[in-house]
Protein backbone atom coordinates (compact mmCIF):
# COMPACT_ATOMS: atom_id res chain seq x y z
CA UNK A 1 0.00 0.00 0.00
CA UNK A 2 1.43 3.43 -1.11
CA UNK A 3 0.75 6.15 1.23
CA UNK A 4 0.63 9.44 -0.54
CA UNK A 5 0.67 13.39 1.20
CA UNK A 6 -2.18 15.36 0.94
CA UNK A 7 -2.46 18.77 1.77
CA UNK A 8 -5.42 19.88 4.07
CA UNK A 9 -5.61 23.67 4.63
CA UNK A 10 -7.08 25.41 7.70
CA UNK A 11 -8.13 29.05 7.40
CA UNK A 12 -6.52 30.37 10.08
CA UNK A 13 -3.24 32.94 10.17
CA UNK A 14 -0.03 33.65 11.89
CA UNK A 15 0.35 37.27 13.50
CA UNK A 16 3.63 38.53 14.86
CA UNK A 17 3.49 41.43 17.07
CA UNK A 18 5.84 43.06 20.24
CA UNK A 19 5.49 43.21 23.56
CA UNK A 20 1.53 42.87 23.88
CA UNK A 21 -1.77 41.86 22.12
CA UNK A 22 -4.94 42.40 22.61
CA UNK A 23 -7.66 39.88 24.55
CA UNK A 24 -11.36 40.82 23.95
CA UNK A 25 -13.35 41.29 27.66
CA UNK A 26 -17.14 41.06 27.69
CA UNK A 27 -18.01 43.80 30.39
CA UNK A 28 -21.59 43.34 30.58
CA UNK A 29 -21.86 39.25 30.75
CA UNK A 30 -22.15 39.12 34.44
CA UNK A 31 -25.36 40.14 36.29
CA UNK A 32 -28.15 42.34 35.68
CA UNK A 33 -26.94 44.32 38.73
CA UNK A 34 -23.34 44.86 40.16
CA UNK A 35 -23.28 47.11 42.81
CA UNK A 36 -19.49 46.28 44.01
CA UNK A 37 -20.26 46.96 48.21
CA UNK A 38 -23.49 46.63 48.07
CA UNK A 39 -27.28 46.20 46.14
CA UNK A 40 -30.52 47.20 48.32
CA UNK A 41 -33.94 46.82 46.76
CA UNK A 42 -36.88 48.50 48.35
CA UNK A 43 -38.83 49.08 45.58
CA UNK A 44 -41.41 47.32 43.90
CA UNK A 45 -39.86 47.44 40.62
CA UNK A 46 -39.33 43.36 38.73
CA UNK A 47 -35.90 42.54 38.16
CA UNK A 48 -35.50 40.15 35.17
CA UNK A 49 -34.03 39.16 31.86
CA UNK A 50 -35.13 39.09 28.45
CA UNK A 51 -33.15 37.85 24.82
CA UNK A 52 -33.65 40.95 22.63
CA UNK A 53 -32.57 38.66 19.82
CA UNK A 54 -35.53 36.75 20.58
CA UNK A 55 -37.89 39.11 20.08
CA UNK A 56 -38.84 42.16 22.56
CA UNK A 57 -39.48 42.15 25.94
CA UNK A 58 -42.38 40.37 27.36
CA UNK A 59 -44.06 40.79 30.96
CA UNK A 60 -45.90 37.53 31.09
CA UNK A 61 -42.48 35.48 30.51
CA UNK A 62 -39.85 36.78 32.32
CA UNK A 63 -35.99 35.25 32.06
CA UNK A 64 -34.14 33.91 34.90
CA UNK A 65 -30.89 35.61 34.15
CA UNK A 66 -30.88 39.29 35.98
CA UNK A 67 -28.76 37.82 38.48
CA UNK A 68 -27.75 40.28 41.44
CA UNK A 69 -23.66 40.63 42.31
CA UNK A 70 -21.65 42.40 44.44
CA UNK A 71 -17.94 41.92 44.17
CA UNK A 72 -16.07 43.55 47.34
CA UNK A 73 -15.08 41.90 50.64
CA UNK A 74 -17.87 41.82 53.12
CA UNK A 75 -20.45 43.40 50.55
CA UNK A 76 -24.32 42.96 52.09
CA UNK A 77 -27.37 42.63 49.79
CA UNK A 78 -30.62 43.89 51.24
CA UNK A 79 -33.83 42.40 49.69
CA UNK A 80 -36.31 45.13 51.84
CA UNK A 81 -38.68 45.86 49.69
CA UNK A 82 -41.81 43.86 47.10
CA UNK A 83 -39.55 43.54 44.27
CA UNK A 84 -39.45 39.94 42.51
CA UNK A 85 -35.99 38.94 41.14
CA UNK A 86 -35.28 36.40 38.26
CA UNK A 87 -32.00 35.53 38.71
CA UNK A 88 -29.94 34.89 41.49
CA UNK A 89 -28.55 36.66 44.17
CA UNK A 90 -24.54 36.26 44.79
CA UNK A 91 -22.99 38.17 47.44
CA UNK A 92 -19.33 38.70 48.17
CA UNK A 93 -21.12 39.09 52.31
CA UNK A 94 -24.33 38.28 53.62
CA UNK A 95 -27.75 38.64 52.39
CA UNK A 96 -30.61 40.03 54.79
CA UNK A 97 -34.30 39.38 53.28
CA UNK A 98 -36.67 41.67 55.19
CA UNK A 99 -39.20 42.27 52.94
CA UNK A 100 -41.17 40.26 50.57
CA UNK A 101 -39.66 39.71 47.35
CA UNK A 102 -39.28 36.21 45.73
CA UNK A 103 -36.35 34.70 44.41
CA UNK A 104 -36.65 32.85 41.22
CA UNK A 105 -33.33 31.85 41.50
CA UNK A 106 -30.51 30.44 44.10
CA UNK A 107 -29.12 32.35 46.87
CA UNK A 108 -25.15 32.36 47.07
CA UNK A 109 -23.24 34.09 49.62
CA UNK A 110 -20.06 33.81 52.15
CA UNK A 111 -21.26 35.25 54.67
CA UNK A 112 -24.86 34.72 56.73
CA UNK A 113 -27.70 34.10 55.19
CA UNK A 114 -30.91 35.98 57.15
CA UNK A 115 -34.66 35.58 55.91
CA UNK A 116 -36.14 37.47 57.85
CA UNK A 117 -39.36 38.40 55.64
CA UNK A 118 -42.59 36.43 56.17
CA UNK A 119 -43.37 36.98 52.53
CA UNK A 120 -40.01 35.73 51.54
CA UNK A 121 -39.71 32.87 49.07
CA UNK A 122 -36.70 31.60 47.39
CA UNK A 123 -37.35 29.58 44.17
CA UNK A 124 -33.75 28.01 44.33
CA UNK A 125 -31.12 26.63 46.71
CA UNK A 126 -29.50 28.80 49.21
CA UNK A 127 -25.77 28.10 49.80
CA UNK A 128 -23.07 30.00 51.80
CA UNK A 129 -19.65 29.94 53.95
CA UNK A 130 -21.39 30.97 56.60
CA UNK A 131 -25.04 30.22 58.63
CA UNK A 132 -28.63 30.60 57.41
CA UNK A 133 -30.51 32.21 59.83
CA UNK A 134 -34.67 31.85 59.35
CA UNK A 135 -35.98 34.74 61.36
CA UNK A 136 -39.76 34.45 60.17
CA UNK A 137 -42.11 32.07 57.92
CA UNK A 138 -39.84 32.10 54.75
CA UNK A 139 -39.92 29.49 52.60
CA UNK A 140 -36.80 27.74 50.29
CA UNK A 141 -38.12 25.47 47.50
CA UNK A 142 -35.26 23.47 47.26
CA UNK A 143 -31.65 22.82 49.46
CA UNK A 144 -30.25 24.62 52.06
CA UNK A 145 -26.20 24.44 52.20
CA UNK A 146 -24.07 26.34 54.97
CA UNK A 147 -20.58 25.82 56.01
CA UNK A 148 -21.98 27.46 59.99
CA UNK A 149 -25.34 26.80 61.41
CA UNK A 150 -28.71 26.42 60.27
CA UNK A 151 -31.20 27.70 62.54
CA UNK A 152 -34.98 27.66 62.17
CA UNK A 153 -36.54 30.43 64.54
CA UNK A 154 -40.08 30.79 63.12
CA UNK A 155 -42.61 27.84 63.31
CA UNK A 156 -43.37 28.15 60.08
CA UNK A 157 -39.97 28.35 58.58
CA UNK A 158 -39.50 25.70 55.91
CA UNK A 159 -36.87 24.10 53.40
CA UNK A 160 -38.73 21.51 50.75
CA UNK A 161 -35.80 20.06 49.95
CA UNK A 162 -32.62 18.84 52.18
CA UNK A 163 -30.80 21.06 54.76
CA UNK A 164 -27.18 20.46 55.19
CA UNK A 165 -24.59 22.15 58.13
CA UNK A 166 -20.85 22.09 59.19
CA UNK A 167 -22.17 23.16 62.48
CA UNK A 168 -25.43 22.71 64.47
CA UNK A 169 -29.26 22.65 62.84
CA UNK A 170 -31.65 23.77 65.01
CA UNK A 171 -35.31 24.86 65.84
CA UNK A 172 -36.00 27.57 68.69
CA UNK A 173 -39.51 25.51 69.15
CA UNK A 174 -38.88 22.30 71.12
CA UNK A 175 -41.88 21.04 69.72
CA UNK A 176 -40.76 21.70 66.31
CA UNK A 177 -37.84 19.63 65.89
CA UNK A 178 -35.67 20.62 62.48
CA UNK A 179 -36.77 17.91 60.53
CA UNK A 180 -40.36 19.01 60.73
CA UNK A 181 -39.12 22.33 58.99
CA UNK A 182 -37.13 20.10 56.10
CA UNK A 183 -39.02 18.29 53.34
CA UNK A 184 -35.68 16.25 52.66
CA UNK A 185 -32.80 15.19 54.92
CA UNK A 186 -31.06 16.85 57.24
CA UNK A 187 -27.60 16.21 58.12
CA UNK A 188 -25.48 18.23 60.54
CA UNK A 189 -21.37 18.19 61.62
CA UNK A 190 -21.01 17.51 57.93
CA UNK A 191 -19.27 20.51 55.64
CA UNK A 192 -19.86 20.79 52.55
CA UNK A 193 -17.04 23.10 51.58
CA UNK A 194 -19.42 26.12 50.54
CA UNK A 195 -16.66 28.38 49.09
CA UNK A 196 -18.86 31.38 49.10
CA UNK A 197 -18.84 33.91 46.21
CA UNK A 198 -15.70 35.41 44.53
CA UNK A 199 -14.15 38.77 45.05
CA UNK A 200 -13.67 40.02 41.58
CA UNK A 201 -12.44 43.80 40.41
CA UNK A 202 -15.28 46.55 40.47
CA UNK A 203 -14.15 48.13 37.83
CA UNK A 204 -12.50 45.49 35.42
CA UNK A 205 -12.60 47.87 32.49
CA UNK A 206 -9.69 50.75 33.96
CA UNK A 207 -12.26 53.42 33.26
CA UNK A 208 -10.44 56.29 34.58
CA UNK A 209 -7.64 55.40 32.66
CA UNK A 210 -9.63 55.25 29.79
CA UNK A 211 -11.02 58.55 30.18
CA UNK A 212 -7.94 59.93 30.77
CA UNK A 213 -6.47 59.06 27.63
CA UNK A 214 -8.67 61.98 26.73
CA UNK A 215 -7.88 65.01 29.16
CA UNK A 216 -6.13 66.68 26.79
CA UNK A 217 -9.13 66.69 24.09
CA UNK A 218 -9.61 70.53 23.61
CA UNK A 219 -12.86 71.09 24.66
CA UNK A 220 -15.57 73.27 23.36
CA UNK A 221 -17.16 74.80 27.03
CA UNK A 222 -20.69 74.08 28.45
CA UNK A 223 -23.92 72.78 26.53
CA UNK A 224 -26.89 74.08 27.84
CA UNK A 225 -29.75 73.24 26.18
CA UNK A 226 -33.00 74.29 26.35
CA UNK A 227 -32.93 78.33 25.68
CA UNK A 228 -35.17 79.48 23.18
CA UNK A 229 -32.50 80.10 20.20
CA UNK A 230 -30.75 76.56 21.32
CA UNK A 231 -33.71 74.27 22.30
CA UNK A 232 -34.03 71.59 20.11
CA UNK A 233 -30.26 70.05 18.92
CA UNK A 234 -29.22 67.36 16.28
CA UNK A 235 -25.91 65.81 17.13
CA UNK A 236 -23.99 63.67 14.64
CA UNK A 237 -20.79 62.78 13.43
CA UNK A 238 -20.20 65.74 11.44
CA UNK A 239 -21.01 68.23 14.71
CA UNK A 240 -23.90 69.71 15.83
CA UNK A 241 -26.82 71.49 14.71
CA UNK A 242 -29.45 73.56 16.40
CA UNK A 243 -32.98 75.03 15.18
CA UNK A 244 -33.34 78.78 15.14
CA UNK A 245 -36.75 79.76 15.77
CA UNK A 246 -36.82 83.09 15.58
CA UNK A 247 -39.56 84.23 13.17
CA UNK A 248 -37.52 85.51 10.49
CA UNK A 249 -34.88 82.68 10.75
CA UNK A 250 -36.82 79.54 11.33
CA UNK A 251 -33.72 76.98 10.40
CA UNK A 252 -31.74 74.63 11.20
CA UNK A 253 -28.08 76.00 11.66
CA UNK A 254 -24.08 74.65 12.21
CA UNK A 255 -23.40 75.08 15.60
CA UNK A 256 -19.41 76.08 14.30
CA UNK A 257 -18.24 76.31 18.07
CA UNK A 258 -18.61 72.87 18.17
CA UNK A 259 -15.88 70.96 16.90
CA UNK A 260 -15.37 67.50 16.93
CA UNK A 261 -12.32 65.19 16.76
CA UNK A 262 -11.51 61.74 16.17
CA UNK A 263 -10.33 59.28 18.51
CA UNK A 264 -9.73 55.71 19.61
CA UNK A 265 -12.49 54.37 22.07
CA UNK A 266 -12.41 50.63 22.99
CA UNK A 267 -10.22 49.75 19.49
CA UNK A 268 -12.98 51.67 17.32
CA UNK A 269 -12.40 54.96 15.88
CA UNK A 270 -15.04 57.31 16.04
CA UNK A 271 -16.05 60.98 16.70
CA UNK A 272 -15.49 62.60 20.04
CA UNK A 273 -17.11 66.04 21.14
CA UNK A 274 -15.94 66.99 24.52
CA UNK A 275 -17.41 69.93 26.95
CA UNK A 276 -17.26 70.71 30.14
CA UNK A 277 -20.80 70.50 31.58
CA UNK A 278 -24.12 69.36 29.84
CA UNK A 279 -27.92 70.15 31.03
CA UNK A 280 -30.61 69.60 29.05
CA UNK A 281 -34.01 71.43 29.91
CA UNK A 282 -36.52 73.93 29.34
CA UNK A 283 -38.41 71.55 26.90
CA UNK A 284 -34.93 71.05 25.40
CA UNK A 285 -34.24 67.97 22.76
CA UNK A 286 -31.04 66.38 21.89
CA UNK A 287 -31.36 63.65 18.69
CA UNK A 288 -28.47 61.64 18.10
CA UNK A 289 -28.49 60.67 14.27
CA UNK A 290 -26.04 60.03 11.07
CA UNK A 291 -23.85 57.50 13.15
CA UNK A 292 -21.40 56.84 16.48
CA UNK A 293 -20.73 59.60 18.67
CA UNK A 294 -18.82 59.82 22.12
CA UNK A 295 -19.51 62.77 24.23
CA UNK A 296 -17.10 63.71 27.26
CA UNK A 297 -18.58 65.65 30.00
CA UNK A 298 -16.13 67.09 31.65
CA UNK A 299 -18.65 68.06 35.08
CA UNK A 300 -21.90 67.18 35.58
CA UNK A 301 -24.34 65.99 33.03
CA UNK A 302 -28.24 66.79 33.99
CA UNK A 303 -31.21 65.46 31.99
CA UNK A 304 -34.76 67.44 33.09
CA UNK A 305 -37.95 66.63 33.25
CA UNK A 306 -39.91 67.61 30.07
CA UNK A 307 -37.04 66.90 27.87
CA UNK A 308 -35.59 64.00 26.03
CA UNK A 309 -32.76 62.65 23.93
CA UNK A 310 -34.03 60.29 21.07
CA UNK A 311 -30.87 58.23 19.61
CA UNK A 312 -31.78 57.18 15.93
CA UNK A 313 -31.85 53.72 14.72
CA UNK A 314 -28.40 53.05 13.64
CA UNK A 315 -26.63 55.29 15.58
CA UNK A 316 -24.98 55.63 19.32
CA UNK A 317 -23.96 57.75 21.99
CA UNK A 318 -21.37 56.95 24.27
CA UNK A 319 -20.89 59.14 26.98
CA UNK A 320 -17.38 59.53 29.29
CA UNK A 321 -18.58 61.71 32.38
CA UNK A 322 -16.43 62.82 35.38
CA UNK A 323 -19.17 65.02 37.43
CA UNK A 324 -22.76 63.62 38.50
CA UNK A 325 -24.89 62.07 36.32
CA UNK A 326 -29.10 63.49 37.26
CA UNK A 327 -31.68 61.90 35.11
CA UNK A 328 -35.42 62.83 35.44
CA UNK A 329 -35.76 63.30 31.78
CA UNK A 330 -36.34 60.36 29.25
CA UNK A 331 -33.86 58.94 26.76
CA UNK A 332 -35.10 56.65 23.77
CA UNK A 333 -33.80 54.05 22.10
CA UNK A 334 -35.49 52.24 18.82
CA UNK A 335 -37.10 49.21 20.05
CA UNK A 336 -35.87 49.75 23.72
CA UNK A 337 -33.08 47.16 23.37
CA UNK A 338 -29.92 48.12 25.38
CA UNK A 339 -27.91 46.45 22.02
CA UNK A 340 -29.18 45.89 18.37
CA UNK A 341 -28.70 43.36 16.09
CA UNK A 342 -25.48 44.72 15.11
CA UNK A 343 -23.89 44.30 18.71
CA UNK A 344 -23.78 48.10 18.71
CA UNK A 345 -25.05 49.49 22.18
CA UNK A 346 -27.09 52.97 21.67
CA UNK A 347 -26.86 54.46 25.03
CA UNK A 348 -23.84 53.83 26.96
CA UNK A 349 -22.67 55.79 30.29
CA UNK A 350 -19.16 55.17 31.63
CA UNK A 351 -18.60 57.51 35.12
CA UNK A 352 -15.23 58.39 36.67
CA UNK A 353 -17.17 60.63 39.39
CA UNK A 354 -15.85 59.13 42.92
CA UNK A 355 -18.12 58.93 45.48
CA UNK A 356 -16.74 58.98 49.10
CA UNK A 357 -20.13 58.69 51.14
CA UNK A 358 -23.14 58.24 50.24
CA UNK A 359 -25.47 61.24 51.46
CA UNK A 360 -28.77 61.62 49.94
CA UNK A 361 -29.16 64.08 46.49
CA UNK A 362 -24.66 64.09 46.51
CA UNK A 363 -25.32 60.29 44.27
CA UNK A 364 -22.55 59.81 41.44
CA UNK A 365 -25.94 58.58 39.28
CA UNK A 366 -29.28 59.67 39.77
CA UNK A 367 -32.39 58.12 38.20
CA UNK A 368 -35.15 59.85 39.12
CA UNK A 369 -37.45 60.19 35.55
CA UNK A 370 -40.95 58.38 35.32
CA UNK A 371 -40.28 57.63 31.99
CA UNK A 372 -37.81 54.09 30.43
CA UNK A 373 -34.42 54.45 29.93
CA UNK A 374 -32.67 51.99 27.78
CA UNK A 375 -28.91 52.26 28.75
CA UNK A 376 -25.86 50.49 30.14
CA UNK A 377 -24.75 52.47 32.99
CA UNK A 378 -21.14 51.57 34.54
CA UNK A 379 -20.18 53.46 37.70
CA UNK A 380 -17.86 51.84 39.58
CA UNK A 381 -16.76 54.34 41.65
CA UNK A 382 -20.11 56.13 42.24
CA UNK A 383 -23.30 55.31 44.43
CA UNK A 384 -25.93 54.63 41.82
CA UNK A 385 -29.85 55.29 43.01
CA UNK A 386 -32.53 54.23 41.09
CA UNK A 387 -35.65 56.02 42.89
CA UNK A 388 -38.34 57.07 39.67
CA UNK A 389 -40.89 55.02 38.23
CA UNK A 390 -39.26 54.62 34.71
CA UNK A 391 -37.94 51.12 33.64
CA UNK A 392 -34.50 50.58 32.99
CA UNK A 393 -33.58 48.33 30.14
CA UNK A 394 -30.05 47.23 30.25
CA UNK A 395 -27.77 46.60 33.23
CA UNK A 396 -26.16 48.61 35.82
CA UNK A 397 -22.81 48.71 37.54
CA UNK A 398 -22.10 51.34 40.88
CA UNK A 399 -20.10 51.25 43.68
CA UNK A 400 -23.16 50.67 45.52
CA UNK A 401 -26.98 50.40 43.54
CA UNK A 402 -30.00 51.18 45.86
CA UNK A 403 -33.46 50.46 43.80
CA UNK A 404 -36.04 52.26 45.76
CA UNK A 405 -38.98 52.96 42.76
CA UNK A 406 -41.77 51.34 41.33
CA UNK A 407 -39.86 51.15 38.02
CA UNK A 408 -38.26 47.86 36.57
CA UNK A 409 -34.73 46.13 35.47
CA UNK A 410 -34.59 44.23 32.33
CA UNK A 411 -31.18 42.96 31.68
CA UNK A 412 -30.99 41.85 28.30
CA UNK A 413 -28.59 38.81 28.04
CA UNK A 414 -27.18 39.70 24.16
CA UNK A 415 -25.08 42.32 26.24
CA UNK A 416 -23.18 39.49 27.28
CA UNK A 417 -21.87 39.60 23.74
CA UNK A 418 -20.44 42.84 23.74
CA UNK A 419 -17.22 42.84 24.05
CA UNK A 420 -13.76 45.25 24.24
CA UNK A 421 -10.31 44.91 23.86
CA UNK A 422 -7.98 44.66 26.42
CA UNK A 423 -4.27 44.07 26.46
CA UNK A 424 -2.55 41.42 27.92
CA UNK A 425 1.04 41.26 28.41
CA UNK A 426 3.18 38.25 27.48
CA UNK A 427 5.04 37.93 30.58
CA UNK A 428 8.52 38.86 29.30
CA UNK A 429 10.47 41.94 27.99
CA UNK A 430 7.78 44.43 26.54
CA UNK A 431 10.05 45.05 23.52
CA UNK A 432 10.27 41.17 23.33
CA UNK A 433 8.55 39.92 19.74
CA UNK A 434 5.21 38.06 20.70
CA UNK A 435 4.20 35.13 17.76
CA UNK A 436 1.19 33.81 17.91
CA UNK A 437 0.22 30.80 15.89
CA UNK A 438 -3.31 31.19 14.50
CA UNK A 439 -2.99 29.28 11.13
CA UNK A 440 -1.35 25.85 10.23
CA UNK A 441 -1.32 23.42 6.71
CA UNK A 442 -2.18 20.25 7.95
CA UNK A 443 -0.39 17.44 6.01
CA UNK A 444 -2.20 13.89 6.12
CA UNK A 445 -1.09 10.76 4.50
CA UNK A 446 -3.91 9.27 2.65
CA UNK A 447 -3.90 5.56 1.00
CA UNK A 448 -3.58 5.05 -2.96
Known sequence: MNEVLAETRLSFSVSVGTGLFNEMYQPFADAGVVGCEGVATRGSGQ???YDSSAGPYNAANPGREAHVLTTSPSAMIELTGNAPIYGSVNSTGGVSATGSSPVFGDINATGEVSLKGGGVKVYGNVNTAGDVVFESSAEVHGNVSANG???????GARVTGDANAGGTITSKNKNKPPEDHVGGSVQAGSNPG???VPETPCDPLGIDEIVSEFDGQFSTGEMNIGPWTYRDLKLSPDGVDYYDPTWNVKSWKTDNTRTMQDVDLFGNE????????????QNGSLEVTGGDVVLMVDGDMSIGG???ITIAPGSSLTVLLTGKFDLQGSVTVNDKN???ASGKIPFSLYSTYEQASKKGNNDGVQMRGNTDLTAVVYAPKSHVSATGSGTLFGQVRGKSVEATGAGGIHYDVRLGTFSVPTSESTGGNDDATAVRVTSWNVVLPVSE
Open 338 to 340: PID
Open 47 to 49: IDS
Open 306 to 308: NTA
Open 194 to 196: NSG
Open 270 to 281: TRFLKVSDFSLG
Open 149 to 155: DIAFENW
